[in-house]
């Protein structure tokens, strides 16, 4: 089983886990004055606010409610009062705005009465699998899908093996790495959890091999537990990714356009396997989350449990501040993390990291001609051919990228990593996923429209049937009572 | 910070390793150097003044071509065009006139990369492809072959009668030009007469590796290039694919038919340590641009190169063929990018999802 | 072997269109789309194959017989023109997608000087009929490969930002003579 | 010279002839092209290309007297798709008009329905004496409420770019 481990392309980028290697994650950060909880933290639809504004809320009380089933609950993260529902600046490199609830926090930090189970595997998995939906519970690595609906799909197949991503392949995060040092009874108490309700056969941890403390303390803590397998695989990027992740493990693949679940794995993140676990032993919705402060530029990085909701300012005021400006400022990692367009976005789900680092860490240049080197092509993971990807979408022949993988993309960065001329492969995907995603959507509504038209037409003429229906009703009746009115006369 | 300027609007990843295009292309220069030096020493100071001109006039061509499309000359950082200056001159007689070093330069940077659009955009090898066009143009001055004269010797022109004959105001001696090997043995080959005999009686493994043979510069010491090659293999510069598969097939074509008749076809070694083929396999077929970027590919190219230049070398009219079989798989490059792609994750060989049986629960 | 030789010098050493300059409307025409370029060079040598077939019959047992040898050029044009029809018709059933590709170009093989030059030759050079139907295969093989290579070519300049003045023509015309030098390594071979 | 013009004759004859026998046999029908891009085009006889509707914007269209891109409601995906099926080469077309949205001004609206009525997608709902509101996703900017409406409320503006349509832009080109 231990053969496996290999995966194609991928790169090997300075990792920066060093600078906040030996710290404990920080867990009194001062509470936050203002806490702003978007309702879109997750993959699929906003949910949809349960207050309104002048509303008292407590610690862990549901304030938002997921709208359908791909959605995800909102809980507030510390008791205050709710002073508005409206715009923030989005955690989005756009930097537009997005909805989100406001509370000024009473600082009782009061928490609402929960629900504790005490013996969870006692229970029925579909009930465990409402609770971890009721805690607003989505993929923690940065993926965001809702995970009571990963749960869900899973019980409908046949999963022969639940990996626990372990293999925080992102340079510089350890929010993981941390997680499963300290709180590695959680995390493998989580990762049984999980297999209860989706009835895998078989659990493995997941573990990139330079994180020997981490290994370490999850093989003692699921020594007692026979079913959990501690399982090292090897340092590089993107191991990270699921479906490299399950290569490494499994030795196969997904075929393209299925999923996990169609080859029998099931795939969760340590940190979402933490957080059911707090969810299911304690009742506790998610309302933090840990958080990797590092870079270049800030004084001492550290991980830091934050509350969702505070704003990145005050991690970095937790670390001490920043040394310098920095030349990015990012949300997760520097491989996929994204930019964050103002210090007063608030902690979301999904983010696993705030990054400020120096120019040097990032060796950005500008831009030069594609020497078609095929770099890109060996650092792929997935066997497409980026520099034909970009090319073609450089000049909006979108049919030929796709041709060339763009579908097939997981946008790692790898490419974009290792392009001696530093063009920026990642963006000229993203910009041609966006495009093909516009047209397929004013697709849609060009087919809606028609099916509205014809809609429309079958309605007027199923009216005009009526009135003339009706018209000749009126006038039969009016005969025959005329003709009638002639017989009696 | 707090506004999103069109600078802060960067996509992932946020990162970088080292790599740069111009530290690539010095590195390849710096591969070179040894086997440059050498051929320098060997050839004296004409063949400074060509190595130094070729070079000059594909710098100056590139910055005027840069100049007249109103780009940047910051472009001239990027050291590609001393790339195939370099390349191309080590690839021309070491006592190439001056005019036609100039317009090898020329013709290389203008019509061989700058027609294209610059770099990373020409289709054909502009070294190689100067080299073949100024053969066929000037086939005289491109096959004027002079006998190995280390500076310091003798037989070596003093550096004023260099200038000379670099200049074209005096002619080279007599008894100094004369065919390289794999000329006399093209030539023992159409006259009808055995090259066994030739090879006998004028090659020797050593020598020819060491190189104190007629030649290009690329062509004398196949030894040094070689070693500047395995270091760029070591520096992950080059892959070994294109190296491998084009040496490999040249010397399995040249092993098997010179087993079926070693009067006509030359050996395996003769083949591999003449006619600048370390200098091609290394350094001209390996070229980026002009190859195809997926290891299938690459492999196939390769292997196009090697039977291409045993072709033509085994029956074709020109002694050396690198530079035509280079060309040749060039101009097959597109072709085979498009068609040898590597098999991408979850899919087959033609694209089609993997076949799976769903893990789904039948109920 | 003797066939195995000419069918080779055809195709690469004396390739009809880099080495004698034949069929090169067609070439810069319809060589800026990889797949129209192989269906052109599919349809090229369907009519070069069987028109040098056609044209060998009626030389030999039309033209000579009756003494009416000066009727040559004239009768072949009718011959070709006719093959092209035919194959226009074909290519129509068989593949509309192709057929719209080829657009003006299929009918236009017609006028291709390849095609009627390789009739010609095939008397000039007193070529048995089944020496004229490997010359018209090897020709009509070396230009579907021509046409390939160039298409392949092309669709990469397409990419490339070629300076204004040479975009389009020029830069393909230079290509082509370019490919030609290269070809030119072949010579000597037979 | 008699034999001359007896042979071409007899050439042309026979070589018509399997000319006409091949036409019989490998005969295509061809489908009219006019309906094909009417079947393409949304249907909804906005008039916004300025046609007076779609059957009539497809005949300008495949006669070559209208562009491609002339529909706003069909977006860059029906523009391409028409493109490629007309053979019109996509960069010599110029700025394809903007999708635009209807919007009430909620402030003047009476509810007198008469937008609601004109309204070809249903896109606006409400009822009598009641405020009418525009269902984005239906609404294909047409300007038949705006025309119809009698308080002048309704405006046609841009879709706005929100978190859900933002994508990235084109990088710029080395």
């Known amino acids: ?85 409206g715009p923030i600046v989005a955690p989005h490199p756009s930097g537009l705005p997005a909805t989100a609830i406001t509370i000024d926090t009473d600082g009782e930090d009061r928490w609402v009465t929960l629900e504790p189970i005490t013996d969870p595997f006692s229970m029925d998995p579909d009930t465990l699998a409402a609770r971890v939906e009721a805690a607003g519970i989505v993929g923690m690595g940065g993926a965001i899908f809702p995970a009571a609906v990963k749960l869900r799909q899973g019980r409908r197949f046949e999963i022969q093996t639940l990996i626990v991503n372990g293999s925080e392949c992102e340079p510089y995060l350890t929010c993981d790495d941390h997680l499963m040092q300290e709180r590695a009874e959680a995390v493998v108490d989580g990762a049984r959890l999980v297999r209860h309700i989706i009835e895998a056969y078989r659990v493995v941890i997941a573990v990139e091999d330079n994180k020997p403390d981490a290994f370490a303390a999850l093989t003692k803590a699921a020594a007692p537990h026979g079913m959990v397998e501690v399982m090292t695989v090897p340092t590089q990027y993107p191991m990270g990714s699921a479906k490299q992740l399950i290569q490494a493990v499994t030795g196969r693949e997904i075929p393209a356009g299925q999923r996990s679940n169609d080859i029998g794995v099931l795939v969760h993140n340590v940190g979402t396997v933490f957080a059911i676990q707090q969810a299911l032993r304690y009742g506790r919705p998610l309302i933090s989350r840990v958080v990797t402060v590092a870079g270049g530029c800030v004084q001492s990085p550290h991980n830091v449990e934050a509350l969702l909701g505070t704003p990145l300012r005050e991690l970095i005021a937790a670390c001490d501040g920043l040394k310098g400006s920095p030349a990015r400022l990012l949300m997760g990692g520097p491989m996929m993390g994204q930019i964050v367009p103002a210090l007063d976005t608030p902690v979301i789900k999904g983010c696993t990291g705030l990054l400020a680092l120096t120019q040097r ?74 495009e093909l995603k516009e047209r397929k959507q004013s697709e849609q509504k060009q087919e809606y429209t028609k099916r509205l038209i014809s809609e429309r037409a079958a309605r007027l003429e199923q009216e005009a049937a009526a009135k003339a229906a009706a018209k000749a009703a009126k006038k039969k009746k009016a005969r025959k009572s005329r003709s009638r009115e002639s017989a009696e006369s | ?65 840069l100049w007249l499309q109103g780009h940047s000359l910051n472009r001239l950082r990027d050291a590609s065009a001393l790339l195939t200056g370099w390349l191309l001159a080590m690839s021309m007689p070491p006592w190439t006139p001056w005019w036609l070093a100039v317009s090898a330069g020329f013709f290389a940077m203008a019509i061989g990369k700058h027609l294209y659009g610059g770099l990373g955009q020409n289709i054909f090898n502009p070294a190689m492809l100067a080299r073949v066009a100024l053969l066929i143009s000037f086939p005289v001055q491109m096959t004027t072959w002079v006998q190995v004269a280390p500076l310091g010797t003798e037989q070596a022109p003093g550096l004023l009668h260099s200038l000379a004959i670099f200049l074209g105001t005096d002619t080279i001696p007599d008894g100094y030009t004369g065919a390289t090997l794999l000329g006399a043995a093209k030539a023992a080959a159409n006259g009808g007469s055995p090259v066994s005999e030739l090879v006998a009686g004028q090659y020797s493994l050593g020598q020819a590796f060491v190189g104190n043979t007629r030649g290009s510069l690329g062509e004398t010491s196949e030894l040094l290039v070689l070693l500047g090659g395995l270091w760029l293999l070591r520096a992950r510069i080059i892959s070994w694919h294109i190296p491998l598969a084009m040496l490999a097939t040249l010397l399995v074509l040249a092993a098997v038919f010179h087993s079926i008749d070693d009067s006509v076809y030359l050996g395996p070694w003769f083949h591999l340590t003449s006619g600048g083929v370390m200098l091609g396999a290394f350094f001209i077929a390996t070229d980026y641009v002009t190859s195809p970027s997926t290891v299938a590919g690459k492999l196939v190219f390769g292997a196009g190169c090697g039977l291409v230049m045993f072709l033509i070398r085994s029956w074709g009219g020109f002694p050396e063929a690198v530079g035509f079989a280079v060309l040749f798989m060039n101009a097959l490059t597109p072709l085979i990018d498009r068609t040898l792609r590597p098999r991408v994750y979850g899919r087959d060989r033609r694209g089609k999802a993997i076949h799976n049986v769903s893990a789904r629960k039948v109920n | 072997m003797d066939y195995l030789l000419l069918f080779i010098s055809t195709v690469l050493v ?52 009756l003494n009416i040898e000066f009727l040559r050029i004239l009768s072949f044009i009718l011959i070709i023109a006719a093959v092209v029809q035919f194959t226009e018709a074909v290519v129509r059933k068989t593949s509309p997608l192709l057929h719209k590709n080829l657009g003006v170009f299929l009918p236009l093989i017609t006028t291709n000087c390849a095609v009627l030059g390789v009739a010609l030759l095939n008397v000039r050079e007193q070529y048995t009929l089944i020496q004229s139907l490997v010359f018209g ?28 003045t040479f975009a389009g023509a020029p830069v393909s015309l230079v290509t082509a003579g370019l490919l030609s030098l290269v070809f030119m390594g072949f010579s000597g071979m037979i | 010279m008699f034999t001359a013009t007896l042979v071409l004759t007899i050439l042309g004859l026979v070589l018509g002839w399997l000319l006409g026998l091949a036409a019989r046999l490998f005969a295509v029908e061809e489908n009219p092209i006019v309906n094909e891009v009417e079947a393409m085009l949304p249907g909804s006889q906005c008039g916004q290309c300025g046609f007076p509707g779609c059957g009539a914007a497809a005949e300008a269209m495949v006669a070559g007297t209208a562009a491609v891109n002339c529909c706003p409601p069909g977006g860059r995906a029906l523009t391409e798709s028409l493109a490629q099926l007309l053979d019109v080469d996509l960069n010599s077309l110029g700025d394809a008009p903007v999708p635009l949205l209807a919007s009430i001004e909620e402030s003047l609206c009476t509810g007198c329905t008469k937008c609601y009525k004109a309204c070809p997608t249903d896109a606006i709902v409400g009822a009598t004496k009641q405020l009418h509101a525009v269902i984005p996703q239906a609404c294909t900017g047409c300007s038949k409420c705006k025309d119809v409406c009698p308080e002048n409320c309704i405006s046609l503006n841009p879709e706005p770019v929100t978190l859900g349509t933002w994508h990235w832009p084109k990088p710029e080109a080395a």
Not at chain 1, 29 to 54: K, Y
Not at chain 1, 363 to 392: F, K, S, T, Y
Not at chain 2, 34 to 39: D, M
């Open chain 2, 1 to 65: 910070m707090n506004t999103p300027s069109e600078l802060a609007l960067r996509a992932s990843p946020h990162a970088h390793d080292r790599s740069r295009v111009d530290r690539i292309m010095l590195q390849v220069c710096l591969a070179l150097t040894p086997a440059t030096l050498y051929g320098l020493y060997l050839f004296g100071w004409p063949a400074l003044f060509t190595f130094i001109t070729v070079c000059l006039s594909a710098v100056l061509t590139e910055a005027l071509c």
């Open chain 3, 137 to 164: 295969m090897g020709s009509a093989l070396g230009f579907s490969l021509v046409m390939v290579i160039f298409a392949g070519l092309r669709e990469r300049i397409a990419l490339a930002n070629v300076p204004a």
């Open chain 1, 1 to 85: 089983m231990f053969g496996f481990g290999k995966i194609r392309g991928g790169v090997h980028p300075e990792t920066h886990k060093d600078l906040t290697a030996g710290r404990s994650i920080l867990q009194q950060l001062p509470l936050p004055r203002q806490l702003h909880m978007p309702l879109s933290q997750h993959a699929g639809v906003a949910a949809t606010p349960l207050v309104g504004v002048g509303d008292r809320v407590l610690k862990g009380q549901l304030i938002a409610r997921a709208a359908g089933s791909m959605s995800a609950n909102v809980h507030a993260s510390s008791s205050g009062v709710v002073s508005a529902i």
């Open chain 3, 14 to 65: 004396n390739n009809i269109v880099l080495v004698k300059f034949l069929g090169l409307c067609p070439l810069m025409g319809v060589s800026n789309n990889l797949s129209a370029a192989f269906g052109m060079g599919l349809a090229t040598t369907f009519v070069l194959t069987l028109s040098a077939l056609a044209s060998w019959i009626i030389e030999h047992l039309l033209l000579v017989p």
């Open chain 1, 361 to 434: 860490e990032v060796n950005a240049h500008a831009p030069a001609p594609c020497i078609r080197c095929g770099r890109c092509v060996d650092a792929c993971p997935m066997g497409l051919v980026p520099l034909e990807m970009a090319r073609h979408s450089g000049v909006d022949d979108f049919e030929h990228a796709q041709e060339y993988g763009l579908r097939d993309c997981i946008l790692c960065g790898s490419c974009a990593y290792v392009c001696p001329s530093h063009i920026p492969l990642v963006q000229y995907f993203e910009y041609a996923k966006g």
